[in-house]
């Protein structure tokens, strides 16, 4: 009975890596538990040429965080089939997940040169060159990635945020409306336009832009900040101080949310409150509090 028993664990790990080598053409990057690692190796050791089981345990190691031992699997893959695109897309990822942008970059390009209309690879590329500090090459990979899928909502969010940075404003406005028409309720993309218009010196604008962000997603204090610093900025103060009371509400440790309340009341003439909102800032952060100071 020994050997009927082998013939089936062993055919057992084989339909699990076909099964997971199905799940991987279908583009779905967590493919089964975690635990399946132990029969991805058995499925190696049984057979150390399988592509498949390589990049099934590869991308059970990246769900699990593990990008060394993921990258190693990856590699093999590659080494096995030079020309598999998973292999170099998911080595492409945990390259960037540690910070090894030009890696991945490679990986993304290579992926590229085997499919051409791959537009995630363009995206992801894209990513790695705005983490170098390309912002043009960035910029001209987000949009042949749109160009491919014209509602590729991130790619106009990630191309829009790299126009900013260039301070074309104008074109990142472009960007986030899009997003904006595709998506009507994309939070962040009302938050990013905000940024942007507030940027632009369009402060009402902003305050339109932010004031719909919080509708769609009450609980972002950046954005109650931010409005409440346009507030402020416009003379605004009993405004201003309501936003900086919200988050404060939100994030009761944040030391510059008191500070910039603490600003609009003494603006207010309301001193003692001022004071009481100073010494909490230098209470929850001394360094943050004397690097910005009262003003």
């Known amino acids: 009975m020994a050997p009927y028993h082998r013939i089936y664990r062993i055919a057992l790990v084989l339909l699990l890596a076909a099964v997971a080598h199905a799940i991987t053409n279908q583009g779905n990057h967590v493919l089964l538990a975690s635990d399946n690692i132990v029969s991805y190796t058995e499925a190696i050791r049984v057979n150390p040429s399988d592509v498949e089981a390589y990049l099934g345990r590869g991308n059970a190691y990246a769900e699990k965080g593990k990008y060394d031992r993921a990258i190693e699997d990856y590699s093999q893959a590659i080494r096995l089939k030079p020309d598999n695109v998973w292999a170099h897309k998911g080595r492409g990822l945990a390259y960037g997940k ?15 040169r085997l499919d051409p209309n791959y537009v995630s690879a363009y995206f992801n590329r894209g990513l790695a060159y705005e ?6 090459k960035a910029i001209k990979d987000f949009t042949e990635a749109i160009r491919l899928d014209p509602n590729y909502v991130s790619a106009y969010q990630q191309r829009g945020y790299a126009y900013s940075k260039k301070f074309e404003y104008d074109k990142a406005i472009e960007d986030y409306s899009q997003i904006i028409r595709l998506d009507p309720n994309n939070a962040l993309a009302y938050r990013s336009r905000g940024f942007t218009y507030y940027k ?96």
């Open 98 to 112: 540690k910070g090894f942008y030009d890696r991945a970059i490679e990986d993304y390009s290579q992926v590229i």
């Open 131 to 136: 983490k170098r500090g390309k912002r043009d």
């Open 200 to 295: 632009n010196g369009e402060f009402d604008k902003a305050i339109e832009d932010w004031t719909e962000a919080i509708r769609l997603n009450p609980s972002d204090a950046r954005v109650y900040s931010s409005r409440g610093f346009a507030y402020h900025f416009k003379d605004e103060y009993d405004k201003a101080i309501e936003d900086y009371t919200k988050v404060i509400q939100l994030k009761p440790n944040w030391a510059w949310a008191y500070r910039r309340r603490g600003n609009a009341y003494s603006k207010k003439g309301d001193l003692q409150k001022a004071n009481t909102d100073y010494d909490k800032a230098k209470s929850l952060n001394p360094d943050f509090y004397e690097r910005n100071s009262p003003q």
